[in-house]
C-alpha cells in the first residue's frame, strides 16, 4: 500500500527541502550579523583537547567542558604548577573566545600572580634569570590580552585592562594612555577609565597633555553618569598640574586667590571638625555626594 | 434509546475538531506522566543543587557561568530525551495494547490522532521546560544574592575599590538577569517540538520504538555537523550533488541555532529578528514532517 | 440499503518480495438492517480481515464495502458503527467511569447528555458498581462488558462483535447473549464474529461461513438447520402404552428415526445451580 503515497511524500520532500535549505542559510546569516556563531571547531581544536572533551564539544557541551577545563587551569594555579596551566588557559579561550572573563583573569593570572611568584622562586637561585622569568609572564600576559582584543574587538574591559598592565606592570605609561582611551571612547565604560588616561600621562611625564585631560573633563557634562565623578580630586589635580607647569594666571581654570604659588593667594578658613557630626558609612557603590560648583 | 444521542450521529459530514484532538492529547499527556516521566524533576534538582556547589570559585563571574552552562545544558539535554523517548514510546504502544483500534474505529481521522499525540507532548514538554526554568530562575537568583553581598564584603585591591565593586556588581546582575536565557529557554521547547514531530513521523513507519529512538538519537547528533557541512558543501559541486545535498539535509533539522545555549551565556545577544526566524523555521518544518507523518501513518495498514 | 454490503471485497497481504497472501477473495455478503449477523470460519478465514475492511482498518485490494451506502474508507461511516474487539484492552489507569468519557468524547459526546448515557450503559453492562476502580483491576469478563459499553457509547445503528464471549464465564457468556438480544429488540444491526457455535445459533438471524477467503455459505440460520425431512414433536404426561402406539403409528407412517426424553442443556442446568444473571 506504500505504493500509494510514495510519490506524495516525495512531491513534499522535493518542494520543501529547498525552502529548507534556504531558509536555514537566512538563519545563519542573521546568526553572523548577531555575532552569534560559536567558535567553530577545527583540528587544531582537537589536538589540545581530549577525545571525550572533543566529543563533548561537538555534542553540544562546549560551555561546559570550558568550566571544567577552567577549573582545572584554577587547580593548577593553587598547585602553582604554571606550565600545566598556560596551555589550559590557552585551550578555554580558543573554545569560547568571547567569554571575557577568561582573558582578564587569564592575563591577570600571567602578568601579576605567576611573575610575582617566579620572581621569588627560592629554587632558581641566580636572580637574572628570575627577573627574566618575571618579564616572560608579563609579555605573556600582554599578548594574551593583546589577542583578546583581536578576538573582542568591541570590548572596553580588554583595552582598559591591556592599559593597565602596561602602566603597573611594564610602566609603559604612553602606551597604556593610548589604550585607555580607546577603552574610554565606549560609551558604556565607567567614569575611572578616562582618569586613568589623566593618570597614565601624569606618571609618563606628559603633564601638558594631562593636564588639557582634567580641564576637558572639568568643562564637560556632568549629568547622568558623570554627576558620580571625583570633581573635587580632579580640581586638585588640574590645580597641581597648573602650578607645575606654571601655567600663568590669566590661563588657570579657577580664579588666582585660591592657588598658593600666588601673591594673592587667599587661604580659606579652616573649619574645625564637628564632634557630634559622625559621617555616616557609605556602602561601596552609592553614589557620590555632588560637589558645589565653584 | 430511540433518540440519537451523539449531536453529529445523523449529519452528513464530519468536520476535524479541534476537541477531539485536545481528548487524545489530554490522554496522551496523562499516559507520559503515569510513566513517572516526572522524575526528570528530581534529577534536574539534583545537578541544579550539584552546580551550584560544586562549581564555587575565585570569580564571580565565571562561577555564575558554570551554574547557568550546566542548568542550562541539563534543560536542553532532558528536554530533548523527553521529547524522543517519550513519543517515540507513544504509537508503537497503542499497537502492541491495541488501544489504537478502540480509538481509530470510532469517528476520528488519522490525522487528529497523530495530532492529539503531538499536541500532547508538545504541551507536556512545554511544561516541563517552564517548570525547570522557574526552578533554574529561583536557584540563579539565591546565588545572585549570595554572590553580590561576597562582592561587596570584600573586593580585589586596587585603586578604585568603589567602582570595581561596583562593576563586578552589575557583571552580575547582567549575567543572573539576562533576558536572551529566556529566549535561549524559549528555543530550546522549539527544538523540543521538532524532535517530537520528527519522532512521530518515524515512528509512523519504525518497527519498534527502539528503532525509532535510535533514528532520532543518531538524526540528533548529526544536526549539529549539518551547520558545518552546509557551508563547506554549498560552496562546490555541481547542480545535481547540490539537489542530492539538499534532498539529505531535508531530513535532519538544523537545531544549531537554537542552540545557542552557550553563546548567549558567554553575553551575546538574540536579536528579535533571529529569534522569531528561528521560530518560524521550527514551526514550518515541525509541520512539514507531521504532514509526512500523517501520510505514511493514513495509509499504514493496523 | 443494506447496513453493511461488500461487492468483491478483496485483499491482498504482501509477504516478503514477491509471494502475496489472498486473505479475502471476492467476498460479497449483505447484511440487513436490524439483524444479527453471524460471521463464522476456522482460524485464518478472514473474519478479522472483514471487520477491518468494513471499519476502513484496511483498504481493499479490489472491490469496495459500505456501510449504510457510505464507503467504509471514510471516516464518516464510522459515526453509526461500534466495535468490540477481540481481546479489548483499554488505559489501564482509568477507571470504568473515565473510559466511557474519553471514548464519549472522542465521538463528540458530551455534557450532561454523556453522564447521562455513560450511568445507562454501566447499568446496563452491569458495571455500576465497579465505574471507580481502574481498568488493570477489572476481570476478563468485566473488560469485555466494558468494552461493550464503549461500543454503545455514540449509540450507533451498527454493532460488530468480534468474539464476545471469549474467557467469559458462562453467566456472562449468557448476559452477553440476552444483550445481543435486547440489542436486536432495540433495531439494532449487529454482526457477530465467534466460535461458540451454540450461542451463534441462539442469537443469529443469518451466518455466513468463511473458509480461506471465500464465503462457502450464507442464509438464514432456522433455514439452513432444519432438517426439512424430519418432524419433532415433544409430549408429557404419556404412559407406556401410549409412547408405543404412537411409535407404532410413525412407524406405519414413514420412518421412527428416534424416540427418547428430550434433554434439557448444559447451560440451563448450570444456571439453575449458579443461579442469577448480571445483565438484566
Known sequence: MWSRYWWKALLIILVFSPVKFYWEGDIRQLTRASGLFSAGFNMDMRGKITQDAAVAVLGGFRGIVTDFMWLDAHNDWEKRQWFRMKPKLDTVVLLQPHFLDYWDIGAWHMAWNISYDVSVNTAEPREAFRLKEQRHWIDEGEKFLREAIANNPDSWLLYFKLGWLLDQKKQDFKQAAVYFRKAAEFPEAPTYVRRQIGHALTKGGMKKEALEHWKKIWNGPRTGENQYELWDRIEAWIRELEMQLKVPFSERTFPENTYPDSSKYIQPPKTPPNPTHTTPAQPAFAPRPKTPKK | ?302 | MYAVETKDLTKHFRVGLKRKVIALDHLNLQVREGEVYGLLGPNGSGKSTTLKLVLGLHQPTEGEATVFGRSSETVVSRLHVGLLPENPYFYRYLNGEETLRFYGRLCRVTGPKLEEKINELLELVGLSQSRHRRLAGYSKGMLQRIGLAQAMIHDPKLLLLDEPTAGVDPEGSIDIRNLIIKLKKMGKTVILCSHLLSQVQDVCDRISILRYGKMVLEGNVKELLSKKDQYQFVGSGLTEQDKKAIEALIASRGKLVSASHPTSTLEDLYMESVGGTKII
Open chain 2, 1 to 302: 434509546m430511540s433518540t440519537p444521542v451523539a449531536d453529529i450521529a445523523d449529519q452528513e459530514t464530519l468536520s476535524f475538531s479541534l476537541a477531539r484532538v485536545w481528548v487524545i492529547a489530554t490522554n496522551t499527556m496523562t499516559e507520559v506522566i503515569r510513566q513517572k516521566v516526572l522524575y526528570v524533576f528530581v534529577i534536574f534538582t539534583l545537578v541544579l543543587i550539584g552546580a551550584s556547589s560544586f562549581f564555587t570559585q575565585f570569580s564571580f563571574t565565571t562561577e555564575l557561568k558554570s551554574i547557568i552552562d550546566t542548568c542550562l545544558g541539563a534543560i536542553k539535554y532532558l528536554t530533548a530525551l523527553i521529547a524522543i523517548v517519550g513519543t517515540a514510546m507513544l504509537l508503537p504502544s497503542e499497537i502492541e495494547n491495541r488501544t489504537i483500534y478502540t480509538i481509530l474505529t470510532k469517528p476520528v481521522y488519522r490525522i487528529e490522532f497523530l495530532l492529539g499525540k503531538v499536541v500532547g507532548m508538545s504541551v507536556l514538554l512545554l511544561i516541563v521546560t517552564a517548570a525547570m526554568s522557574l526552578l533554574f530562575g529561583a536557584v540563579l537568583f539565591v546565588k545572585e544574592k549570595t554572590l553580590i553581598a561576597s562582592a561587596l564584603q570584600g573586593s580585589v585591591g586596587g585603586a578604585h575599590v568603589s567602582d570595581q565593586v561596583q562593576q563586578a556588581v552589575a557583571a552580575i546582575h547582567a549575567q543572573a538577569r539576562n533576558p536572551d536565557l529566556l529566549k535561549a529557554i524559549a528555543l530550546l521547547f522549539a527544538q523540543s517540538v521538532i524532535l517530537v514531530s520528527m519522532t512521530i513521523m518515524v515512528s509512523t513507519f519504525a518497527t519498534s520504538s527502539l528503532f525509532s529512538i535510535i533514528i532520532m538519537l543518531l538524526v540528533y547528533f548529526c544536526a549539529p555537523l549539518s551547520a558545518v557541512a552546509h557551508e563547506v558543501w554549498s560552496a562546490q559541486g555541481s547542480p545535481l550533488s547540490h539537489a542530492g545535498l539538499m534532498f539529505i539535509n531535508f531530513f535532519i533539522p538544523d537545531l544549531s541555532s537554537m542552540t545557542l545555549v552557550d553563546d548567549v551565556v558567554v553575553g551575546k545577544t538574540v536579536s528579535m529578528a533571529f529569534f522569531w526566524s528561528t521560530c518560524g523555521y521550527a514551526a514550518f518544518y515541525s509541520l512539514v514532517v507531521f504532514a509526512l507523518g500523517t501520510l505514511i501513518f493514513q495509509e499504514k495498514e493496523l
